[in-house]
């Protein structure tokens, strides 16, 4: 059964902490995905990944990195987190052959106040 | 991506069929059709994808018409569970793997007792 597992459900920091959120993934999928979800705004890429120690960005990567030292992790890094970063942060992996369908984590819920 | 079209909303009672329509009157030859639903506060779950035939897995069945223009998702025994909202993807792969998911609003199911 394929596995994507978020570190926390919730999250509440404070405005400018370094913010950490990890996801991994059991089914040694090629490509990660980072998004973010917001009512209204629906579901845009923060950034992926398609191979180890490699990333590209997303629609929305300002105020974020990434990191994927190893094929099943992926974190997203909130260098100072700022209240406009509030939202819910969903992990998802695919494999690198068709039709390529992602597999999504439960979700981070994170509230910066 | 093609556009698709979906009811906002939609009732089954529970233990009938549900039948969740699609319309993606202007899907192109290698565009694949793929259904994710997402429950309440919970990341999007992979439902089932298919090109061109009927397809049938441990959740439900997709049905492709023989024109590609339209789809319907099927629910063969909903549970209250099942109350979602479903969203109908159209996706060519033209760029590869690394190719983010957008949902559109997609379809409430409420499932009632």
């Known amino acids: 059964d394929v596995k994507v597992t978020q570190s926390s459900r919730y999250l509440v920091k404070r405005t400018g902490e370094k913010v950490f959120l990890e996801c991994v993934q059991d089914m040694d999928h090629e490509n990660m995905f980072w998004y973010r979800q917001d009512p209204g705004l629906g579901l845009r890429l923060i950034y992926f990944?398609?191979?180890?120690?490699?990333?590209e960005k997303g629609d929305i990567p300002e105020g974020y990195s990434v990191s994927r030292e190893k094929k099943e992790r992926f974190s997203l890094i909130l260098e100072s987190a700022s209240t406009n970063q509030t939202s819910m942060y969903l992990c998802?992996?695919?494999?690198?052959?068709?039709?390529?369908?992602?597999?999504f984590g439960p979700g981070t819920r994170l509230t910066v106040t | 991506d093609a556009k698709t079209t979906q009811p906002p909303s939609m009732d089954c009672a529970e233990g009938r069929a549900a039948n969740l329509p699609c319309n993606h009157s202007t899907i192109s030859g290698n565009e694949y059709v793929y259904w994710y639903r997402q429950i309440h506060s919970q990341g999007p779950q992979y439902i089932i994808h298919g090109l061109k035939n009927n397809e049938t897995n441990e959740m439900a069945s997709l049905i492709i018409t023989e024109d590609r223009k339209s789809s319907t998702l099927i629910l063969p025994h909903a549970t209250l569970r099942d109350t979602a909202v479903y969203y109908c993807i159209v996706r060519g792969h033209s760029g590869g793997s690394n190719y983010k998911l957008t949902f559109g609003k997609g379809t409430l199911l409420t499932v009632n007792p």
């Open positions: 990944s398609y191979d180890v120690k490699m990333k």
């Open positions: 998802a992996s695919s494999s690198g052959t068709l039709p390529y369908e992602q597999y």
